[in-house]
Nanobody, 122 residues
Framework: QLQLVESGGGLVHPGGCLRL?????????????IGWFRQAPGKERERVSC????????DYLDSVKGRFTISRDNTKNTVYLQMNSLKPEDTAVYYC???????????????WGQGTQVTVSS
């Protein structure tokens, strides 16, 4: 069974940091691009970042550039999202998703995790 499992979410103060992990089971991530998405209440799901299968190409939502870093360790079958200088507007459920290529829109992605909550609040 193909599964993606996110972890690392939680409650953090503004300016704090979290590292999210996206671990795969039942398949290898080596051939997949991985996108990190987020969805806040009442808002559409948006792509925060994406990394190509090789890790050589990355892309970020403008509002997180310079604060978030996506990376992957294919030996651990895991992709990470390091989130620094967190802001209240980063509060959302964060999901990882796998696809052959980095695409902008959620329907393009074949496999999804269940999500992890990130709350930034004082």
């Amino acid at each position: 069974q193909l599964q993606l499992v996110e972890s690392g979410g939680g409650l953090v103060h503004p300016g704090g940091c979290l590292r999210l992990s996206c671990a795969a089971s039942g398949f290898t991530l080596d051939y997949y691009a991985i996108g990190w998405f987020r969805q806040a209440p009442g808002k559409e799901r948006e792509r925060v970042s994406c990394i190509s299968s090789s890790g050589s190409d990355t892309d970020y939502l403008d509002s997180v550039k310079g604060r978030f870093t996506i990376s992957r360790d294919n030996t651990k079958n895991t992709v990470y999202l390091q989130m620094n200088s967190l802001k209240p507007e980063d509060t959302a459920v964060y999901y990882c998703a796998a696809n052959w290529h980095c695409e902008e829109l959620p329907p393009e992605y074949e496999h999804w995790g269940q999500g992890t909550q990130v709350t930034v609040s004082s």
